[in-house]
Each structure stands twice: as structure tokens, then as C-alpha cells.
């Protein structure tokens, strides 16, 4: 057995445990910062590994690998593929890089309407303390009023109260010193 066959049974019990073995086996394309894989690496693995990797457990982890922002960043931005000894292996092909830049443009709106969500839901738990802090009515008419139950109000109520705590303040403009004339006169002319 070769030093590179000598660890255990094929990693089978998951995608952590193959990531853990190929940052071993070949530090110089898995340890560190992504590196755009070469076409077909798997091969390579088994090839260089055999009996070390399930199938199924590698496919899996090298679709995890391939799918993280970082690596599709990295496809963005390298000129060409890794080999397992971290050699250029071929370049990046425009249709590679175009996918990877649409996927990361796709990623990004999801992340831009998620958090835009988030602010609306934030601004309508903002405007529903305000309307209740302001209301002279009792809880059970106030729920009515809004078309919410009384039994999610008060957690409603508490989210509120927390994000207008954590909210930053605006600073206060500064005061004019006593006796200080805030605009000089102007000469008429």
C-alpha cells in the first residue's frame, strides 16, 4: 500500500470527512482558498486514490465544492483550472465563467430581496408599535383593527421594542454656543 492509500476505508460516512481527506491527500488545489477544479478531477482522485473515496460521497462533496460562492467567485477570476499538484490545468472556458457570473448575479438578487423583505417586515413591526404605543384601544379591539390574533401581538410588540433599541440614533445636531449669532449679517449693498 502507498502512503496515499494506507488511511482507512473510502470516506463514505460524508462530505466533511472527503473535504478532510482531500485537504490532506492534495493540499496544493484543496487547502486554502478555492481554485477553479480541473475538467473531470474526479477521475483523478480515484485514479491517484483508489479505494479511498465512495463514488457517491465524492460526487457529492465536489458538487458542494463547486456550488460555494467562493469557488464560483474564484471561476469568475482565475485564468485557468487547477490539477490536483495545484499545476494550470487548461483554461476556464467564456460559457464556464459566464454561468458562474450569472449564478453569483442570481445569488445576489436572492440576497437583495431577502434583505429587502426583512426591512419591510421590520418597517411594518416599526409602524404597528408606533400605532399601538399611540392607541388609546385594548389590546383584543387593537388585534382586531390590524387582522392579528392576540396571542402573536405581544411578540410582535417585543421584535419591535429590540430592533428600535438596536437601531442606531441619528446624533442631534450640535447646539449654537450661548450668545454665538448663528449667520453673520450680510452687507446690503
Known sequence: MTDETASAAPAEAG???CAEQLRQRFPALFA???KPLKLRIQADIQARAPGVFAKAALSAFLRRYTGRTSYLI???RAKSRFDLDGAAAGEISAEHRQAAVDELAR???VQAAREA???QQRRERAALLRAFEGSALSAANFCALKGLSVDELPGLLELARREREERPRAEPPPRPR???RPHPPRARG
Do not use: I, N, Q
Request: charged residues 30%.
Open 15 to 17: 462530505s466533511d470527512d
Open 32 to 34: 486554502g482558498a478555492p
Open 74 to 76: 474564484a471561476l469568475t
Open 107 to 109: 445569488r445576489r438578487g
Open 117 to 119: 423583505a426583512l426591512e
Open 178 to 180: 450661548p450668545g454665538a
